[in-house]
RNA sequence: GUGGUUGUAGCUCAGCUGGUUAGAGCAUCAGAUUGUGGUUCUGAGGGUCGCCGGUUCGAACCCGGUCAGCCACCCCA
């Protein structure tokens, strides 16, 4: 028997490592719920047109896609070869494959929507925490299985939406205390209104594929990547312009307002960032307009966001979203629009355990063990164990008799703070010993004590 | 999908220009220690050197392939 493996960019995860991240998205699912989100789940897989086409051209090659059932069939054996001559040339066929799994918590959502807006309260506030699915190369921080989080609100074109989520945003990373995020917003609208400028909206794409690789590559290579892309030297000299804006936020917003406030979609843009950030300014210092902020997705078309992690710690975004007009009209139901946010759980699990921001508690599992000694004193022991979970202690009695080394060991290697000692002598005298392990500390105490003591 | 790099004990890693029986630390188990852990000491177990093939008298080491991890590109969380 070969060792057993798990598949390329997958994970077990261990307890510790569950108890961490269960920390995080708890943290999460309670922001969310203050802010009356709802819970959702769709199943690990739609049907492949549900996805096809909805990520672009990088996207569809990225789908992990189910192989069809009963492709053996003797008697199907000439439609399936048919079927997968078409698979050969690049081609995706129900004949082979109808079924994917989810390669985001976004499309499937819009499809729920479409499905039963009829019944649906709008707004309609969602949350969603599941595992998602890309067939990527794996590489630092990214894996082929991993879970997104995500809240969204369809049915409303109000900006306040897009302000509780940014509130949303600051409240979740203040709580897990990583304080020096920086939350950055920029406008698709602006956006289109450089391209606009630029020689026309077909730019867009172009233009915001490249200058969202500012930070990474900087200002030459992305003048490069421009007119490689096919833009004159005359585009290309007014998207400098545009990406050496900087400054406070009120500073920006000017600038902008400067170069792209004729038209009508940049002055719409400007107008809602100015909004936004003046909406946040008490409650959200960390909001940074950021003209640069492009992000890869084409359905937004509003604010878009990007959580960046604190300064000095290698790691991109931890979270991203922003405003669509017309997600369900992709599923034949026009009109519903929504905006919504992500958290990147995965990477702000390695941010923290860089920053070591995990309460020391987050590791404690059982709060106290019994040790065994004995039959008669085990039996007393479990009794007295037994009404301590009664009153929601989390305990344990060792499972067998064993020296008191062992039983120490197994106390320390669990993270247990607290033993119970009952052996012979205790058990004569109705007592027994607790022990605080970090400390050493013991006492004496009877047993109606102990059953109502704090551990 | 493209390129680079790594793979030796449960874990972290040594292992010389190819040369007898592949080592260390930590961990595990046993003992010093029959009712008090963390320290210390003694001893033991544990490896088809990722897998398959090739070169060679001889391969952990060289070559090819393959799988997996890591890193970068593309793209993205």
């Known amino acids: ?9 997958t994970r077990d995860f261990g307890p ?37 086409g909805k990520y672009g051209e990088e996207g569809d090659k990225l789908i992990f896609k189910i192989l069809n059932n009963g492709l053996d069939n003797p008697e199907k054996e000439k439609q399936v070869r048919e079927e997968f001559e078409k698979v050969l ?61 995500d809240a969204d609100v369809v049915g409303s074109h109000s900006l306040f939406n897009e302000v509780e989520l940014a509130a949303i945003y600051h409240e979740v990373f203040t709580r897990l205390g990583l304080t020096g995020y920086e939350l950055r917003i920029n406008s698709r609208k602006v956006l289109a209104a450089l391209a606009e400028s630029c020689g026309g909206a077909d730019n867009m794409t172009d233009i915001t594929v490249a200058i969202d690789k500012l930070d990474k590559i900087g200002l030459e290579k ?17 998207i400098e312009k545009y990406l050496n804006i900087s400054g ?4 920006i917003l000017s600038s902008l307002t400067a170069l792209i406030g004729y038209s009508a979609d940049g002055e719409k843009g400007i107008s809602e960032l100015s909004y936004l950030s003046s909406q946040l300014a008490t409650h959200n210092s960390q909001l940074k307009l950021d003209p640069a902020l492009a992000r890869g997705l084409n359905y937004y078309t509003g604010i878009i966001f990007e959580a960046k992690a604190p300064a000095g710690v290698k790691m991109g975004s931890i979270g991203g979203g922003g405003r669509y007009d017309d997600l369900t009209g992709l599923f034949g139901v026009p009109g519903i629009p929504g905006v919504g946010i992500s958290f990147g ?14 309460p020391a508690d987050v590791q404690v599992g059982t709060r106290v063990l019994f040790f065994n000694l004995g039959e008669a004193e085990s039996q007393k022991s479990f009794e007295l164990l ?56 013991q006492q004496s105490v009877s047993f109606t004590d102990l059953i109502r003591h704090n551990f």
């Open 89 to 149: 040339q690049g081609k995706n066929t129900k004949g082979i494959t109808e079924r994917a799994l989810k390669y985001d918590l976004t499309i499937p959502f819009a499809r729920y929507v479409a499905m039963n807006h009829p019944q649906l309260v709008f707004p309609f506030k969602r949350y969603q925490v599941q595992p998602v699915w890309r067939a990527d190369r794996p590489q630092k921080g990214r894996y082929r299985e991993f879970y997104q989080c």
């Open 222 to 238: 992305v003048k490069e990547e421009l007119v490689s892309r096919g833009l004159s030297n005359d585009q290309v000299s007014i």
């Open 386 to 441: 037994q009404q301590l979970r009664q009153r929601g202690i989390r305990g344990e009695l060792y499972h067998e008799n064993a020296k008191f080394d062992r039983q120490f060991k197994y106390a320390e290697k669990k993270n247990i703070p607290f033993v119970v000692i009952l052996g012979e002598k205790e058990l004569a005298a109705q007592t027994c010993n607790i022990k605080e392990l970090a400390t050493g500390q």
């Open 248 to 251: 406070t936020n009120e500073e």
């Open 345 to 358: 759980v995965d990477r702000i699990y390695d941010v923290l355990e860089e920053l070591q921001l995990f």
């Open 1 to 9: 028997m070969a060792k057993p493996t798990i598949p390329q960019g």
């Open 16 to 52: 510790e490592v569950v108890r961490k991240r269960t920390y995080i998205l708890n943290t999460i699912r309670s922001v969310f719920e203050l802010y009356g989100f709802q819970p959702l789940e769709t199943p690990a897989m739609e049907n492949l047109d549900t996805l096809m």
